[in-house]
T-cell receptor, first 114, second 112 residues
């Protein structure tokens, strides 16, 4: 049983460009959340998708957007990249009605903005 | 002020030592408390999960939650070099059980 898978693993973008990160949740999970983890910091909640809709959102600008597909996979899009967007982007999934002990994280996508 | 405060360390201990990691928080609505372990350049891995106040033990790990003091702890007994990692506390409240608020993480090194 594959866990949460994310792609790409690493990528480098230029300031002002746009990036798309992808996530496939663990089998049986229907809720996907995205987090940003800057170097030396804890992950920060970006948003959460359930039933193809954004259900909750953290304190991130509209440059950050997402999508969830019918197969529960998800994308995170970041427009007009800033140097400060350089971070590890983590995807987490959880099952229907799952509590905190059922949240699984992927290995993350390392984004470097130059 | 951050909602969750965690001493960033770094913390270095000899093998076999008892390690104490702590977090304080300000949001009294938090009800679910978790500890994650994160190895370098990897995703967080859930270690311990506690609902409300109390203690929970799992092998060498013990999690404690004191909601009256808004203070949570993770104890690691007989620490091993393989325990060297960053430890993140995380918590969430009712109605948002799957939206986690993390501490900044404590970097732990266990020396052989």
């Amino acid at each position: 049983d594959a866990g949460v898978t994310q792609s790409p693993t690493h990528l480098i973008k230029t300031r002002g460009q746009q990036v798309t990160l992808r996530c496939s949740p663990k089998s049986g999970h229907d809720t996907v959340s995205w987090y940003q983890q800057a170097l030396g910091q804890g992950p920060q909640f970006i948003f959460q998708y359930y039933e193809e809709e954004e259900r909750q959102r953290g304190n991130f600008p509209d440059r950050f957007s997402g999508h969830q597909f019918p197969n529960y996979s998800s994308e995170l899009n970041v427009n007009a990249l800033l140097l400060g967007d350089s971070a590890l982007y983590l995807c987490a999934s959880s099952p229907p009605g799952g509590a905190g002990n059922t949240i699984y994280f992927g290995e993350g996508s390392w984004l470097t903005v130059v | 002020q951050k909602e969750v405060e965690q001493d960033p360390g770094p913390l270095s201990v000899p093998e076999g030592a008892i390690v104490s990691l702590n977090c304080t928080y300000s949001n009294s609505a938090f009800q679910y408390f978790m500890w994650y372990r994160q190895y370098s350049r990897k995703g967080p891995e859930l270690l311990m999960y506690t609902y409300s106040s109390g203690n929970k033990e799992d092998g060498r790990f013990t999690a404690q939650v004191d909601k009256s003091s808004k203070y949570i702890s993770l104890f690691i007994r007989d620490s091993q070099p393989s325990d060297s990692a960053t430890y993140l506390c995380a918590m969430s409240g009712p109605g948002s059980a799957r939206q986690l608020t993390f501490g900044s993480g404590t970097q732990l090194t266990v020396l052989p």
